[in-house]
């Protein structure tokens, strides 16, 4: 998984940082408000401290999106913008997750990151970070910026999800602490296959174990996502669209929805692919197929998603 479209401007150098995070002492800062998982036992929302930033948020960035949150409970605006996130990180059901520090007991990342205001919200995408902004937001430009993160995640090839934090697990009672984010074993070789670029591998992978369990959902994801990037990866963009444009047949339709949705314009993608449904005749069922595949690679649960079934569901019937 490349993470080379990520770098822009005001980017910040995690090296430094994750270095002192891991010769930081224990924190012994106040507890953290707003961090309390869900009704149902389980969040996308981990609190972290100085000492186990690395393992909470950058290593993390490599299978997913890490959205940060620097909050101090001495400004109590703050508590909006963190019920923001938070209302934001579950609904996303592992597209990224949301890791809080507490400045007031980190001052060694605060100094890494030459932190000017409170709160500050970072993304974090393959160990890469740059700024998103300061200060307390309404819940819709907050679900805006992390669109954006969203969209570059996918651009960028990166298919992994997080896993979701269990309530009430402290990670001193001797249980594995949730901020590990331990890669499941299973999904080694197809791992492997991502980070090294070999998405047709990967998808393979995937396959693989879903023939062996075709209820893993997990694995059924991973392929639909792979496949997506195994057939972008070989196409020209600007290209396609053009060659969509003038007409192309349905193959060039599909290409085109590919291409689309991995530059995060999904609802683009989606409406071209239902055109091709409601015209009709030999080009619907594949781009129906094809509907279903983007379907799974976004995630049934996500708002998009939802209203295109809802549209491909009246064109059929």
Same mark, same amino acid.
């Given at each position: 998984m /490349? /993470?080379?479209s ?5 980017a $910040?150098?995690?090296s ?7 010769a930081a002492?224990a924190?012994g800062g +106040? ?18 401290s100085?000492?186990?930033?690395? =393992?909470?948020a $950058?290593r993390?960035?490599?299978?997913h999106p890490?959205?940060?949150e620097l909050? /101090? ?7 909006q913008? =963190?019920d923001?996130?938070a209302a ?20 060694? $990342?605060?100094?890494a990151?030459?932190? !000017?205001?409170v709160?500050?919200?970072l993304?974090i $995408?393959?160990?890469? &970070? ?11 430009q907050v679900? !805006?910026?992390?669109d954006?993160?969203l969209k570059?995640?996918v651009?960028?090839g990166m298919v992994?999800?997080?896993? %979701?934090? &269990?309530?009430?697990?402290d %990670? ?5 602490a %949730?901020?590990?984010d331990? +890669?499941?074993?299973?999904f ?15 998808r393979?992978?995937? @396959?693989?174990?879903?023939?062996a369990?075709?209820?893993? &959902? ?8 792979a ?5 972008? =990866? ?9 060659? &969509?444009a003038?007409?192309g ?10 291409v689309?949705?991995v530059?995060?314009?999904v ?11 409601r ?5 619907? @069922?594949p ?14 649960t996500?708002p998009r ?5 809802r549209?491909?569901m009246?064109a059929?019937?």
């Open positions: /490349s /993470s080379s990520f770098s822009r401007p005001g $910040i150098d995690l430094q940082l994750a270095a002192r995070a891991k002492p924190p +106040p507890a953290a408000p707003g961090a309390s998982a869900p009704s149902g036992g389980a969040s996308y929302v981990l609190e972290s100085e000492q186990t930033f690395e =393992s909470d $950058i993390p960035s490599t299978q890490v959205v940060v909050y /101090s409970p001495r400004v109590a605006s703050g508590q913008l =963190s923001a996130l934001v990180a579950n609904a996303s059901e592992g597209r990224f997750l949301l890791v809080r520090l507490n400045v007031d007991a980190a001052p060694g $990342i605060v100094q990151l030459q932190l !000017q205001a709160p500050t919200v993304a $995408i393959s160990g890469q &970070a740059v700024p998103l902004f300061q200060g307390v937001l309404p819940a819709e679900q !805006q910026a992390v954006q993160v570059t995640a651009a960028n992994g999800r997080a896993r %979701p934090v &269990a309530a009430g697990t %990670p001193e009672d001797g249980a594995e %949730p901020g590990e331990q +890669p499941d074993p299973r080694a070789a197809a791992d492997e296959a991502l980070a090294q670029g070999d998405f047709a591998r990967a393979d992978e995937f @396959d693989r174990l879903l023939q369990n075709p209820n893993d &959902a997990e694995a059924a994801l991973g392929k639909a996502q496949g997506l990037f195994a057939r972008a =990866s070989v196409l020209d963009p600007e290209a396609t669209l053009a060659r &969509a003038e007409g047949d349905v193959a060039a339709q599909l290409d085109a929805a590919d689309e949705l530059s995060g314009r609802e683009e993608a989606f409406d071209r692919l239902l055109a091709v449904v015209r009709g005749g030999a080009d619907r @069922d781009a129906r197929v094809r509907l279903l595949e983007l379907f799974e690679t976004v995630g049934g996500d998603v939802v209203a295109a079934r549209s491909l009246a059929l019937f």
